[in-house]
């Protein structure tokens, strides 16, 4: 993409499933060259992992070839595709070469296989002194546990996301959406650029070890959760928050918002709109630490007062007054919403035979004044350039490519 803020910064990217896919999928969007590398024998894990959406529409299963998994529509856009056996000598000579000529190599895979594989740090390294190689795992490159087996679900259980998710009284829960996966990306993607500014003051490349327990962990340990016991507050709160009250969600006649309190004077804008301005003057009901104390309370009085109003229309009022509220808006909510339009955060997703298909994918999320961001160009199916890439980037000729494929290399 010309012009991107990455804009001339190419990346080799060996990642899958959705962390890795999701990191470089950043950085495609800002502008770098992307180019993703799969086996040549099994393609990418995402074209066909269910749901799948083709010709016939949206499924569980494949029932013919148009049939693509969504995260492969949504994930892959806007990077190429090119296939290399690595566990091959000639292959991995294929990719080494472009190791040379590369800015970032990214990769998700257990600890280990990079080394069998000899797409390890140490070995890239050696060949481009200059490289920044991130790694995204479950429990990083260190430590004890290194080797453990992640996924976003025994991410969220290990790194205590779950235990101070859910109601008070239930089981512990996971998070809505894959946070694991998805907010390491984003650390990940910070990282390279954090790594890729370094180098532009020193010329050394590095390696940059993302750990997905270590990220939600730093989010989790912002409250002195160890001392919750001692004073007598749960773990687990529900759609609270133990420092702030009111702070939760309430019914209304067609659906839910949420009601936001940071201090006394939001309490009493609250109080005024629900015509209970004596409870915001109220020595008691006043005061934010006796409302946390009997958060049952201020609860329930809340709750009364918005079952008696559609969520337009309490929010509406509430807003109006100079209080935090907002409905709590479902998929088909956002999918209207102008506001994400106008924020071009509703992409259109493109299947690379059918076209524009009727179901949409996020947009790019980081807005740059001076530089342009975005998803352009739909997922590439599995090797859609992998003879371009190695004849402009690497000079093979065609009888060169043409030999490593039909030995399997490529």
């Known amino acids: 993409m010309s012009g991107g803020i990455l804009d001339g910064v190419r990346v080799l990217d060996l990642t899958q499933y959705l962390a890795g896919p999701h990191a470089t999928l950043l950085l495609a969007g800002s ?10 024998h099994t393609g990418d894990a995402l074209t066909d992992a269910p749901f799948y959406y083709g010709a016939e529409g949206a499924s569980f299963t494949k029932r013919d070839d148009t049939d693509l998994g969504v995260a492969f529509l949504k994930r892959l856009r806007q990077k190429k595709s090119i296939t290399i056996d690595l566990k091959s000598a000639e292959g991995l000579a294929v990719f080494h070469r472009l190791v040379e ?72 829960s996971k998070a809505g959406s894959p946070l694991a996966d998805t ?6 993607y910070a990282g390279v650029l954090g790594a890729l500014y370094h180098r532009e003051r020193t010329g050394q490349g590095q390696f940059v070890d993302v750990s997905m327990v270590d990220v939600l962990f730093s989010l989790v340990f912002d409250d002195p959760l160890e001392a919750f016991d001692s004073i007598g507050v749960p773990q687990r709160h529900g759609n609270r928050v133990p420092r ?53 309370q201020v609860d329930a009085l809340l709750g009364r007062w918005t079952s008696g109003h559609t969520t ?21 909510d956002l999918l209207e919403w102008p506001h994400l339009h106008a924020r071009a955060m509703i992409d259109p997703v493109i299947h690379p035979t059918l076209g524009e298909l009727p179901i949409k994918a996020a947009g790019f999320p980081i807005k740059f004044s001076g530089a342009p961001g975005g998803y352009h160009e739909p997922a590439a199916p599995t090797g859609t350039h992998t003879r371009p890439v190695l004849s402009e980037l690497l000079g093979l000729d065609d009888d060169e490519i043409d030999d490593l494929e039909s030995r399997s290399v490529i």
């Not at 060259?33 to 799969?38: C, G, Q, S």
């Not at 970032?104 to 190689?133: K, Q, S």
């Not at 990083?140 to 453990?148: E, F, M």
């Open 312 to 332: 337009e229309q309490a929010v509406e009022l509430l807003t109006n007054g100079g209080a935090a509220a907002s409905p709590v808006q479902t998929i088909d």
């Open 31 to 40: 502008g770098a060259e992307v180019i993703r590398v799969d086996n040549p």
């Open 183 to 188: 907010v390491s990306a984003g650390f990940a």
């Open 101 to 172: 000529i590369a800015d970032v190599v990214v990769e998700n895979f257990a600890v280990g296989v990079t080394g069998r594989l000899g797409v390890d740090w140490p070995t890239l390294r050696a060949i481009n002194p200059a490289l920044i190689y991130c790694s995204l795992t479950g429990y990083g490159s260190t430590g004890p546990d290194k080797n453990r087996r992640a996924y976003d679900l025994t991410v969220q259980a290990m790194s205590g996301l779950m235990s101070v998710t859910g109601d008070p009284d239930g089981p512990p």
């Open 244 to 296: 702030l009250c009111p702070f939760n969600t309430y019914p209304s006649q067609d659906g839910w918002l949420v009601i936001c309190c940071g201090n006394d004077d939001m309490w009493r804008r609250v109080c005024a709109v629900i015509e209970r301005d004596d409870l915001g003057l109220d020595p008691e009901w006043g005061v934010m630490s006796w409302r946390i104390a009997n958060h049952e």
